[in-house]
């Protein structure tokens, strides 16, 4: 009996966990295609690969997209890149909510979301609030299944300097040994770990909503496995 695989679709992909999201993709072999949206072409080739050039400020409207199974959603940006608080939670919340509407219309079953410790749609506290309403807003979409990804501070190699993130990870890097039980979520984790929680998520058979948290199992510094410490 042949293997039924699967196709994927990506939004993100030139972000930090993103990008490892797409080199696990790409490298696994139950996936038959990965479609990414990007604003413009990444250079990347490969024969699973489809990109679509795409203005994330009028998704909706775009032509019709590729029906797909599993849709990963690496999104995200920072105030101070996106320059103000509008800016922020055009890519944060309505890209998110944009591609949510038209994938589950054309009949995605799973949704596969990279979120924030924290999210919370009443915190007092703005970047939390919008992570937690794009939360809230993509569970409204009924998906057969959704995958909440709530990572702490996350380490790799990112483009942009973070000062915070820069003087953070040393610290948290101490802590480490002492952050365990109910703590452990709050570990810094490599990006690269949640791009593989997300993999192997997608690959469990549940329906519903269901809210990871992968700095309680990653290492931290490096990348790579699922391996609890």
Do not use: W
């Not at 690959?203 to 809210?211: N, R, S, T, W």
């Amino acid at each position: 009996m042949t293997r039924r695989t699967r196709n994927a679709l990506i939004a993100g992909a030139s972000g930090l966990v993103g990008s490892f999201c797409l080199q696990r993709l790409l490298g696994d072999g139950r996936y038959d295609s990965i479609h990414s949206l990007v604003r413009r072409p990444s250079g990347i080739a490969h024969p699973r690969l489809v990109e679509h050039v795409v203005n994330f400020d009028s998704l909706e409207k775009e032509p019709t997209l590729p029906a797909v199974d599993d849709v990963y959603c690496c999104l995200g940006t920072t105030i101070a890149k996106a320059g103000s608080r509008d800016a922020f939670e055009k890519v944060d919340h309505d890209y998110v909510l944009s591609l949510g509407r038209i994938t589950r219309d054309a009949g995605a079953q799973r949704f596969l979301l990279v979120s924030a410790l924290g999210a919370d749609p009443v915190s007092g506290v703005f970047y939390n609030r919008v992570k937690g309403a794009t939360e809230l807003d993509i569970q409204q979409l009924d998906f057969p299944a959704l995958h909440i990804f709530r990572p702490s501070l996350l380490t790799g190699p990112r483009k942009e300097f973070r000062l915070g993130e820069r003087l953070a990870i040393p610290v948290t890097a101490l802590l480490r040994p002492l952050m365990r039980g109910g703590l452990a979520r709050y570990r810094a984790v490599h990006a690269d770990h949640v791009a593989a929680c997300m993999i192997e998520a997608a690959f469990v058979d549940m329906a519903g909503v269901d809210i990871h948290y992968p700095s309680e199992t990653g290492k931290g510094s490096g990348p790579s496995a699922l391996d609890p410490l």
